[in-house]
């Protein structure tokens, strides 16, 4: 615990020493992002370690604090916090050894120190929000954590598009701290103080109460998890976003929300079972309408943002099933359920950060991201291309990697549900089998397209012919990221198993019986360890084979065979947009994309366009029309702010002669 | 949860053998059909036994991931033979979950052969590619809500559980819940394995293939290891099919393992039969049969639940 304190007392000195020395880049790029790897390498471990020892003391902070409805400013990390605060660290100290290289650009141009005060600023609130024990201190690191990472999608402010996104993201941000407000508010009770400890009494008041906080928390924790409908801002801000930034706001930032809704249902005893049903159909309508609107996309970083959406619905079917099981008295799948949902917050931190990182070298070495305008990068940027390609394995739930093990567990919740529990939890399972298979084949799909048309073939345009690849500190958190998907499939057995004393505290339900749940769990993902280990020497036995084969043969290289056609171009090979069109026709009931189409004519046409475009439906057809009727009803109030002075004076003197009737009556 | 014994070798070795035979056996059906003598039915072995030994061309515009992908393509496809039961004789690994590793692992094969098709910056195997995942996205559900209902109908969340619950008697008094399963499943199998009316492998224009396209680059070697590799896949599902369809068991593993083959052999003769009388459908309407087969699996189900309760 004392190494987290240090760790985020590092991190902000750091922030603040890069504030005052922003006139040199390079000091302020050393000072801020220094502190950054440093600080979360300390904290990293720290936070491994306290999650490994043994129950230690809950709060190390805790001293008297006379803010707002009293309590105290207390600190703590639990096995929960603890498993969030691994990531928060561990991801920022590699992003923003990313980050010194990416942002070299911008050097002279930008004010780099106000970016990194803002990113050690988005470090340290992400992990006080973890740390948090008392309501007003959560809620301060919350809004200190919108707030500067709105501040940090701004960097490229001078793009039209890019307030916007900061100014959706803040709107939608604040809307879901409202609900939290009142949530917390509710939870302490009449009178009672703002302090975690307080809470968990909230539990024995049952009744309504309880399923309205459950509400509040599912919109207003859900709300920056990116929740379908409420994921509105995630598509237009990570992608406005610098790509380091995008990777720790989309690796880690909206996992906030997952643990905020985690971290509430520890205040809510056993739940109803249609908070799991809640939760079950909210997943299954983030995921697969998540990787639908990403197949649609023709920008990699908009589509890895509704990748993010479509992996918190996998987490949420996880938490979902495993919260029918908990409410029905079925420990095994309680947590096999919920640690399958809390190994994925993990895993996909871990690989959506990766890919974040490679959107942006690609970025950087082609100076564009739109998928069609790219091809052929693998070749020149080999270490870019390999590593993004195990991310897209991962994502996309493939074995031998991390994104499999933790799929693994949600089905393997499902599955038993199916094979012996009641119709209630069954039909959970089944549903969430269901959705996953969907979710998985579209997911290979549309990772396919994205590596498959980015990094293989040739350039499609004149963009990344002549990309180069970059540089040792942006290389290196990458190859270190890919490790760790791998790693993470290896070690899935231990995972899970390490995860039962986070399971445990979290719902409250016998240790010994989330033990034999888990212990099921890594049984079978033994064996899939053993599989993976066998298919590894199989590849290599096969290369080996094909190899000798080869010896002495005669291996030529040729054109690709196009059917004799004689002049090949690289603008004749398949696009991205091609390659997702018909899934994106076979969904166009709920995708709606738009197309403009300018036909040739004539004998000798001349020029013609085409344009596909998939605007956000709960963008379009949701928010725009109620902020749009919020906005034109708020308009009529203007009629009485019209800056004439006389008006004002005549507002005061009749609210203090309404006052002053008052009074007198 | 059992551990490898020698027995499973049994469900195994006839796979690595036999599965070249299953696509004569389909060739040689349609030929009779066609009125035609047609190929050996030992064509595939000769076929593969040729690949092996040329020498390879590859296209200027590959990289490595065009060689790697025939063969993560073959090990993902032998990762999921060694799961799959035959007969009486147990799968190498058996534990709870394991379908869905059989699922994932021939999503891996499909990943890798549509990114090495992705590789050549050919357009018709970019449009290969893109059909392959489209339909693969659909049958993936159908496969997986199949072996749900198969995993309801035995209280087991395993394959061999799954399986050994499946006898002549639940099959005749079970109702009408496993034929549906097999019927979705059937439907999968001709999906994956490229077969009308989903595909037609003998189609002669890169424009309407699927499976075939994406691997027009490949040869030698490596198209024997994706030969190979096509006819595990066929076995493999074909397994999962026949193992509803004929549960007998005699009690003597040998024999339970020959009726098992014998049963993938006359899987492969009604392939035959279905590729002989029957036309491919329009692409747009392939989405509707995969769609159908898991609405079936549903089905299955919802009637295995009633059955269980």
Redesign the interface.
């Known amino acids: 615990m004392s190494l987290i304190l240090l760790a985020i007392l590092v991190i902000m000195a750091g922030g603040l020493a890069a504030l005052v020395g922003c006139r040199h880049s390079s000091l302020a790029t050393a000072l801020g992002a220094g502190s950054a790897v440093f600080g979360g390498v300390l904290g990293a471990v720290g936070s491994v370690w306290s999650l490994l020892s043994p129950a230690g003391p809950p709060a190390a902070v805790d001293a008297p604090w006379n803010a707002m409805l009293g309590g105290s400013l207390s600190l703590g990390a639990d096995g929960l916090s603890s498993f969030f605060l691994i990531l928060v660290f561990g991801l920022s100290a590699l992003a923003a050894l990313y980050g010194t290289e990416y942002l070299r650009a911008w050097r002279g141009r930008k004010n780099l120190g106000l970016s990194w005060f803002f990113y050690n600023t988005l470090v340290v609130s992400m992990a006080l929000v973890c740390l948090a024990r008392n309501g007003y201190l959560f809620l301060v690191a919350w809004e200190a954590m919108a707030l500067s990472s709105y501040f940090l999608v701004l960097f490229e402010d001078e793009r039209p598009e890019v307030p916007r996104a900061g100014w959706t993201y803040l709107v939608a941000s604040h809307l879901g701290t409202a609900l939290l407000l009142v949530l917390f508010l509710m939870m302490a009770g009449q009178g009672g103080s703002l302090d975690f400890t307080n809470f968990a009494d909230f539990a024995s008041h049952g009744g309504p109460a309880l399923s309205i906080a459950f509400v509040l928390a599912v919109i207003g924790f859900g709300t920056k998890a990116g929740f379908m409908p409420v994921h509105v801002w995630l598509p237009e801000a990570h992608p406005a976003a610098p790509s380091h930034v995008s990777a720790l706001m989309s690796g880690v930032m909206i996992k906030m929300g997952i643990y905020g809704l985690v971290r509430t249902l520890t205040f809510l005893g056993t739940p109803e079972p249609w908070w799991g049903w809640t939760l079950v159909s909210i997943g299954a309508v983030s995921g697969v309408l998540g990787v639908l609107f990403a197949l649609a996309q023709h920008d990699l970083k908009r589509l890895l943002a509704y990748h993010s959406v479509e992996n918190i619905g996998i987490i949420t079917l996880g938490l979902g099933v495993g919260l029918v099981g908990w409410s029905m008295g079925s420990p095994a799948v309680a947590a096999l359920g919920l640690a399958g949902g809390l190994l994925h917050v993990a895993n996909h931190a871990v690989f959506k950060s990766l890919l974040f990182l490679g959107a942006g070298a690609v970025k950087h070495a082609a100076h564009t991201l739109e998928i069609d305008s790219l ?2 990068l ?2 020149r940027m080999p270490w870019t ?1 390999i590593t993004f ?1 195990v991310a897209s ?1 991962a994502i ?4 031998p990697l991390n994104g ?1 093990v933790s799929e ?1 567990l949600v ?2 919740a499902s ?2 549900s ?3 529990q009641p ?1 209630l939890l ?1 039909a959970a ?2 549903v969430a ?2 959705a ?3 979710i ?3 997911a ?2 549309c990772f ?2 994205a ?3 980015i ?4 350039p499609r345009s004149d963009h990344g012919r002549e990309a180069r690849e970059v540089g040792l500190a942006m290389r290196l958190p990458m190859i270190i990221l890919a490790a760790a998907c791998v790693a993470g499939g290896l070690a899935g057995p231990l995972l899970v198993v390490a995860l039962g004393p986070v399971v445990t505290t979290m719902t409250g339900l016998p240790a010994d019986a989330v033990a034999d749940g888990l212990a ?1 769990g890594s ?2 993902l033994g ?2 360890v ?2 993976a280990a ?2 590894f020497v ?2 290599a036995g ?2 080996l ?2 190899r000798l ?2 010896a002495g ?11 004799g056609y004689v002049a090949p171009t ?1 603008r ?3 696009t991205a947009s ?6 994106v026709r ?1 969904f166009r009931a709920v995708l709606r994309p738009k197309r403009h189409f300018k036909q040739p004519v004539g004998l000798l046409p001349g020029a013609s366009d085409f344009e596909t475009k998939t605007p956000d439906m709960f963008s379009e057809n949701v928010w725009r029309p109620v902020f749009g009727y919020a906005s034109g009803a708020m308009a009529r109030m203007r009629q009485l702010q019209h800056g004439r002075v006389q008006m004002y004076v005549l507002y005061l003197v009749l609210a203090l002669l309404a006052l002053l009737l008052w009074r007198l009556r | ?1 059992t551990a490898p014994t020698l027995d499973s070798l049994a469900a195994v070795l006839p796979g690595l053998v036999l599965a070249p035979l299953l696509l004569g056996v389909i060739n040689r059906t349609k030929a009779i059909f066609g009125g035609r003598r047609g190929q050996p039915i030992l064509q595939t072995y000769y076929d593969i036994a040729k690949l ?1 030994r ?10 490595w ?1 065009f060689r790697a992908g025939p ?2 393509t ?3 496809v ?2 999921a033979l ?1 799961l799959v039961p035959l007969g009486g004789a147990p799968a190498v ?1 058996s ?7 059989l ?3 021939l ?2 094969a ?2 890798f052969t ?2 090495a098709a ?10 290969g ?3 392959e ?2 339909f ?6 159908a ?3 199949g072996l ?1 209902a198969l ?2 109908q ?4 395993s394959l061999a559980g799954a399986y050994a619950a499946i006898t002549p008697q639940a099959l005749w008094t079970g109702g009408p819940g496993l034929f549906l399963v097999a019927a979705a499943l059937l439907v999968v199998y001709l999906a994956e394995n490229a077969r009308i009316p989903v595909d037609d492998p003998n189609t002669h224009l ?1 424009l309407t293939m699927i499976h075939e396209v994406m691997v ?2 490949h040869g ?3 198209f024997a ?1 994706i030969t190979y590799a096509a006819s595990l896949k066929l076995w493999v599902l074909g397994s999962l099919v026949v193992g509803i369809l004929v549960p007998v068991r005699t009690g003597c593993m040998a024999a339970d393992v020959a009726i098992a083959v014998a049963g993938l052999a006359a899987l492969a003769v009604v392939t035959g039969i279905i590729e002989s009388t029957m036309a491919r459908l329009r ?1 747009v309407r392939v ?1 509707h049969l995969l769609v159908a087969a ?1 609405v079936l699996a ?1 089905l299955a ?1 919802v009637l295995a ?1 009633r059955h269980a ?1």
């Open positions: 091809g052929g693998g070749r291309a390609l394995a996309s739930g493939l074995p499999f693994f089905y393997l599955y038993r199916v094979a012996d119709l069954g399972g089944v089998i269901a996953l298979a969907l998985g084949g579209l290979a799909a396919a397209k590596f498959g048309i990094f293989l073939g040739e099921a049984g079978s064996y899939i053993a599989a066998v298919f199989l590849v096969l290369a084979v094909r084969l080869l043969r005669s291996v030529e290289e040729a054109g690709t065979w196009d059917c690289a004749m090979q398949y091609s390659f997702a069109q018909p899934i076979m | 949860m092996l040329k020498g390879a061309v590859y296209s200027r515009t590959t990289s991931v063969i993560v073959l090990a993902a032998l990762g060694v690994m534990f709870p979950g394991d379908l869905v590793l699922a994932y692992w999503g891996l499909r990943f549509v990114l992705l590789d050549t910056g050919s357009a018709f195997e970019g449009m590619a893109s059909r995942v489209q693969s996205a659909l049958a993936e559900p496969l997986l809500v749900a995993v309801k035995a209280a087991a969340p890169e027009l680059d030698g070697p490596d290891m692409l989405p898991t549903t189900l639940w309760a």
